[in-house]
């Protein structure tokens, strides 16, 4: 199963229409694969000095249990001042957490393969903050698929009904997303 996240979490956000695309098309290509829309989840902001959050929420297991579960991962972030947003962030440091989860801290993301992507309405792309995100799922020991997807003026990527509708992006989804689904099966 990929697990499938996104960073934005609005109604509108282009991440998440690239996410609810991605899961699309590992459907298609007969592979389970689930999106999970982050803002749905009781995950607090992560603070050590909060003793009340010195043991994670049911929705932070929950979470982890499904990272547990899956073979790989697609990932897709807004940039938020050069960086990933602070609702990925917190999902993945509270997920991640060697206090909520002493034992086998990063066992559910070690050695499995993740495809990230990243989408902003500038010309950019949002790449700084897909670096960082490919950055930090190394350190945590995830294996990157070789390239990342991000889509740059992402406001004029999707039709009406949110429909990826630029051919060159939708090629370099497939490509990417074929990579992860090769990746996970070995
Ligand atoms: C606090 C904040 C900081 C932002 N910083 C950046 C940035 O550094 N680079 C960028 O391209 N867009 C930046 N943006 C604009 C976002 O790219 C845009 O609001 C949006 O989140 C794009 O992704 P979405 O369609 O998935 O929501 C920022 C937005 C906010 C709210």
Known sequence: MILILSGGVHADST????ALHVEQLCKKQNTPAE???????????LNPANKD???????VVKLREKFEKATGFYITTPEYNGGITPVLSN???SVFNFVYFPKNTMDPIINKPALTGSASPSIYGATKACSILNSQLLHM????CPFS?????SHEMFDQDGKLSNPEAEKRLKQGV?????????
């Open 15 to 18: 991440n998440k229409m690239l």
């Open 53 to 59: 959050l010195s043991s994670p929420t049911q929705d």
């Open 35 to 45: 999106f999970i829309e982050l803002a749905s989840f009781d995950i607090p902001l």
């Open 141 to 144: 020991g995830a294996i990157l």
């Open 91 to 93: 999902a993945l440091n």
């Open 149 to 153: 997807v991000s889509l740059s003026k």
């Open 178 to 186: 074929e990579t992860l689904i090769n990746l996970a099966a070995r």
